[in-house]
């Protein structure tokens, strides 16, 4: 990867020990309950460069880990947010019902067609959401490990100004049944660079992990 043509204060070099930071250190959660758990849908199953299912264990990992935030929060009912391409929404809505997620608690939002939808349209698309617009308290927001760096860049920026609402970025631990490579890290890498000098990221995000500081 040529990093040398972007004119940023963070280095590709901090880059990647903050992401594989994320893979092993501790998740930080809000002290109150959250109203709220959003599942970012995950990149579909993919084989020889072709996707072969929208079923993916990196989907399914993101969906159980909110079921399994559910459960712990007891009768506290937080909506469950499944945010996601258009093509992997029946999916995620599937696999939801099948984790013993509440039907009437589920909410499906559709970020766009491939390859329209990214992780900038799962968070612009929320300027309509009602359920973002007009609540107050805490927002889980679940992704994968490698890329919460991006996720974290990109909710200030992209997300509806609303100074009543908190996101905290989480993903399942102990990572996970995928195999996460490292020319996926190195492309995570690059699209955050990319992204942040395009304007479409702020550079230096709120720390999200306990270890996790900037200088």
Not at 18 to 24: H, P
Not at 76 to 91: D, H, V
Not at 121 to 139: A, H, M, W, Y
Not at 181 to 189: A, F, L
Request: glycine share 6%.
């Amino acid at each position: 990867m040529r990093y040398w043509r972007y004119t940023l204060k963070i280095s590709a070099e901090t880059l990647r020990g903050e992401i594989l930071l994320a893979k092993t250190d501790g998740r930080i959660l809000p002290l109150e309950s959250p109203i709220g758990i959003m599942v970012l849908s995950g990149p579909p199953a993919m084989r020889g460069g072709r996707i072969i299912a929208e079923w993916s264990e990196e989907n399914i990992d993101r969906i159980y880990s909110a079921a399994v935030l559910d459960f712990t929060m007891g009768s506290r009912n937080p909506w469950i947010m499944l945010n996601g391409e258009r093509n992997q929404l029946p999916m995620m809505l599937k696999t939801a019902l099948e984790c013993d997620i509440p039907a009437g608690r589920i909410a499906c939002v559709d970020c766009g067609a491939r390859p329209h939808g990214n992780t900038k349209s799962q968070f612009t698309v929320l300027n309509t959401e009602p359920r973002i617009l007009n609540s107050q308290g805490n927002v889980v927001v679940i992704t994968s490990w490698y890329h919460m760096a991006r996720v974290a860049r990109t909710i200030p920026k992209n997300a509806p100004a609303n100074e009543n609402l908190r996101y905290w970025v989480y993903s399942p631990q102990p990572p996970n049944n995928f195999v996460v490579s490292d020319k996926t890290i190195e492309g995570e890498i690059e699209r955050i660079l990319k992204y942040i000098e395009a304007g479409d990221l702020v550079e230096i995000p709120e720390p999200y992990l306990p270890k996790l500081q900037f200088a």
